[in-house]
Nanobody, 126 residues
């Protein structure tokens, strides 16, 4: 059974940091493109960062470049999202997701990912 379980969300003041984790099981995690998405109330789900398997190429949304870092620990089947200099507009539910492909170069939309976690909430206050 495939599972993606996010953790690490919480409440933080603007300028603060959080690191999200996503524990994966039930599939060949190390061979899959993995992504972090977020969805704020009333808004569409948007990709934040994605990480290709193999090449390790990272892609970031312009809104988080220089502040967020996506990385993975294949030995622990865990994906991470380190978030620094958080802004109020980063407030959302964050989801990790997996593609049935190694590459992430064009995988910017939710329908390109097959496995999803339940989400973890991040609230940034001013």
């Amino acid at each position: 059974q495939v599972q993606l379980v996010e953790s690490g969300g919480g409440s933080v003041q603007a300028g603060g940091s959080l690191t999200l984790s996503c524990a994966a099981s039930g599939f060949t995690y190390s061979s899959n493109c993995m992504g972090w998405f977020r969805q704020a109330p009333g808004k569409v789900r948007e990709v934040v960062a994605r990480l290709s398997a193999g090449s390790g190429t990272r892609y970031y949304a312009d809104s988080v470049k220089g502040r967020f870092t996506i990385f993975r620990d294949n030995s622990k089947n865990t994906l991470f999202l380190q978030m620094k200099s958080l802004k109020v507009e980063d407030t959302a539910t964050y989801y990790c997701a997996a593609r049935l492909a190694a590459g992430c170069s064009n995988a910017r939309f939710p329908n390109e990912y097959i496995y999803w976690g339940q989400g973890t909430q991040v609230a940034v206050s001013s």
